[in-house]
């Protein structure tokens, strides 16, 4: 019973450490990937990868956190509030799911996660921004072009959105698959979720915590 | 400042001589949430701008005025100014009285006036922000917030996370540094920085993160997560009554602006 009691004290506070981390691997990998190849953000890896590891309520906390650093930037990103956490929350139920096991499984879930940053991120955007479209290359090169084809303005941009949030998101969850594999596994079993993101076989007994 | 002068320093609420740096912290986020939002709602010019300018005044009478103004402008240029010339892209041409002609096609009025309201909205909101952000330690607005119930540990995420980033962008100068030294091409063309992402990105991530197990047995031993009500060093005086009724007034002119606003604006 004692012993119990230890292990859910530290495990609280291994991933107390965790969602600072997180927030800081969203800031860096969005300024080394999205500088370089100018498509990947990359801001939501650190989000996905606690959600996965350590469950969707530390995931939504980073997705929270994330958020409002970013708001210290730039303050209307503030409205795009909900859709962090809910990256946070889905990686923490997809990972139950044991999804993060096998790369193919991690990756056909792209379009949850496109549809959360692209569609529902463009539709926040169209309500917030006077319902036009928001000068980013989404809009530049897939939703002009599709307006101006005859696409009501609302598809056009959202679709455009949806595209390029696709190509984000697959790679995101192409490079948390690779940090989760790369971690040991007497790292992983200790956090939450650990134990749906290892295919390592153990008794929880035989963990030192 | 003399180390006799530096312990003193603790020995009294933290002051920064300035009125609005010295504001209380959660009455300062109160006012500028309130204005700042209210920008948001009313979304049209007259509104931003009336922000903004109060946002320009209380900058003006800060020491972070220099810091304001040059942000400000970078995200103008940065926020609005792409936006306003994709939007004046996407309507020319469109019916309605004209406000100017564009490359032989007319720019209607409805157009501009649309994009003032982005401006201005953003502008309002993003000017009142930052007079809170650039005035507002995170650890004073931390340490108000501890003291009207909100739990150590996440006012201690929120703290660690500020001082995170900075701990791993200086991680990642030094991998950068170390893989370069061992042959990996960190410079140069698109191709050659793409090739170069993981083997730097990877060692930052893996390695802080596994150090993660190593910081929490230091928490545990300093009895982090003992019951019991944690002590600060740094202290905040405690809200003035006008503050806190300055914080109220906000609250109000938001929701009644907000109102008036979206009804005759």
Not at chain 1, 49 to 78: F, T, W
Not at chain 1, 89 to 106: D, E, H, M, Q, T
Not at chain 1, 183 to 203: A, E
Request: net charge positive.
């Amino acid at each position: 019973m004692n012993g119990k009691k230890r292990k859910k004290k530290k495990m609280d506070n291994m991933t107390k450490l965790l969602i600072p981390l997180a927030v800081a691997i969203n800031m860096l990998a969005y300024n080394v990937l999205y500088s370089t190849t100018m498509v990947i953000l990359g801001d939501s890896i650190g989000t996905i990868l606690v959600g996965a590891v350590c469950g969707p309520g530390p995931g939504a906390v980073v997705g929270i956190l994330s958020n409002l650093v970013n708001v210290i930037k730039n303050p209307v990103m503030i409205v795009m509030l909900p859709l962090n956490v809910a990256f946070g929350v889905v990686s923490g139920y997809l990972s139950r799911k044991k999804i993060f096991i096998r790369l193919w499984k991690a990756v056909l879930c792209t379009p949850i996660y496109g549809f959360i940053g692209g569609w529902l991120s463009g539709s926040i955007i169209f309500l917030a921004m006077g319902g036009d479209f928001w000068g980013n290359m989404a809009s530049v090169f897939v939703g002009i072009p599709l307006f101006n084809a005859g696409v009501p303005k609302y598809f056009a941009m959202a679709v455009g959105q949806l595209l390029f949030d696709c190509i984000d998101k697959a790679a995101c969850l192409i490079l948390v698959y690779l940090i989760i594999r790369s971690l040991p596994d007497r790292f992983l079993i200790k956090l939450p979720y650990g134990k749906y993101v290892t295919s390592k076989q153990y008794d929880e007994s035989e963990v030192e915590f | 400042m003399t180390d006799r002068e530096f312990i003193e320093s603790f020995r009294h609420y933290q002051k920064k001589g300035n009125w609005w740096c010295d504001f209380h912290p959660i009455a300062k986020l109160v006012f500028c949430l309130a204005f700042g939002f209210m920008s948001l709602i009313v979304f049209k010019w007259q509104a931003g701008l009336a922000i903004f300018i109060l946002a320009g005044i209380i900058a003006i009478f800060t020491p972070a005025r220099k810091t304001y103004f040059i942000t400000l402008g970078v995200m103008f240029v940065v926020g609005c100014l792409f936006t306003v010339v994709v939007r004046l892209y996407v309507h020319m041409g469109d019916p309605g009285p004209v406000a100017f002609y564009l490359f032989g096609k007319a720019v209607p009025k409805a157009a501009v006036i649309s994009c003032l309201d982005l401006i201005f909205m953003i502008e309002g909101f993003l000017g009142i922000f930052m007079t809170f952000f650039l005035t507002t330690e995170m650890r004073d607005l931390c340490y108000s917030f501890e003291q009207i119930g909100m739990s150590p540990s996440a006012t201690f995420m929120v703290l660690s996370t500020f001082s995170g980033i900075a701990s791993i962008k200086e991680k990642l100068n030094s991998v950068r540094e170390s893989q370069r030294a061992r042959g990996i091409e960190t410079e140069g063309s698109l191709i050659v920085k793409i090739k170069s992402v993981l083997p730097v990105l990877f060692p930052v991530i893996i390695s802080s993160m596994t150090g993660v197990e190593d910081r929490t047995l230091a928490m545990d031993a300093r009895a982090f997560a003992a019951n019991g009500k944690h002590t600060a060093l740094r202290k905040v005086a405690p809200a003035k009554p006008v503050e806190k009724l300055i914080a109220v007034l906000a609250l109000i002119i938001c929701v009644a602006g907000s109102i008036a606003g979206r009804i005759y604006l």
